[in-house]
């Protein structure tokens, strides 16, 4: 019993810190790239902070336990041997886990832009105006829980080698990140090119935030391709200079 509290405190540590320090170096290349961006944001960025501190111990519980059933009880399809499967499942893996993730994150996070589950979950991170590096995980309670479950369901049911589910979780992190920090870190020619047609970066997730009910994808522009929901990309001008 302790082991699993220490490795859930562990985890939650983990999650926090990682927060921290990734929105931390995005937040110092904004203040480099685009001074003043993030100027008398400092309350909002605080309460940014406190939510995502918040989002950090609701996931790291389940991910610490599970880390744990890893260890000591051979729980999951986690695997650390790279014979186990053969090479090609790596890079087909994390697809396969982005994808699920992706999809799961479109069909929550449409149904919280409802009036009543937006107001009881997703307001929070929408109180965001703009949003910053640090609004990564400011989500509420309820809304990080909705969030919490995918990765530790997905490692019960699709086998991934350890250092792919590092290669997920980092994509997730940066991508958490950056899709928030209010200017696009990709080069115009990913972003406007073939590529940014299929990938979601900070122009695609800019949109959502100025318009709510559109661009509702994590990582991929498919499922609201589909489903007629992708607005295009947005753009950065600040509102007080333009319109
Ligand atoms: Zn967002
Ligand atoms: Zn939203």
Request: proline share 7%.
């Amino acid at each position: 019993m302790a082991a699993i509290l220490l490795s859930a405190l562990a985890m939650t540590v983990i999650v926090g810190v990682r927060y921290l320090a990734v929105s931390g170096a995005f937040a110092v290349a904004t203040r480099a790239v685009r001074p003043g961006l993030y100027a008398g944001l400092k309350p909002q960025i605080g309460r940014e902070i406190g939510w995502s501190l918040a989002s950090a111990a609701i996931y790291g519980v389940p991910a610490g336990i599970i880390a744990w059933g890893w260890q000591a009880r051979g729980w999951t399809r986690i695997y650390a041997d790279p014979g186990a499967w053969p090479l090609w499942w790596m890079p087909v893996s994390m697809l396969l886990y982005l994808a699920a993730h992706d999809s799961w994150f479109y069909w929550t996070h449409r149904w919280m832009h409802r009036p009543r589950p937006f107001r009881l979950a997703h307001a929070v991170h929408h109180a965001s105006r703009p949003p910053t590096a640090w609004a990564a995980m400011s989500f509420s309670p309820l809304e990080a829980l909705t969030g919490a479950v995918v990765i530790p369901a997905l490692v019960f049911l699709i086998p991934i080698h350890v250092a792919m589910l590092g290669v997920v979780l980092a994509i997730m992190t940066v991508m958490g990140v950056t899709n928030h920090m209010g200017w696009e870190m990709f080069p115009r020619a990913v972003v406007h090119g073939p590529i940014g047609r299929w990938l979601i970066t900070a122009s695609h997730h800019q949109r959502h935030h100025q318009h709510y009910r559109c661009n509702y994808g994590l990582y991929f522009r498919v499922w609201d391709r589909l489903c007629g929901t992708d607005r295009g990309l947005g753009s950065f001008d600040r509102p007080a200079r333009r319109n």
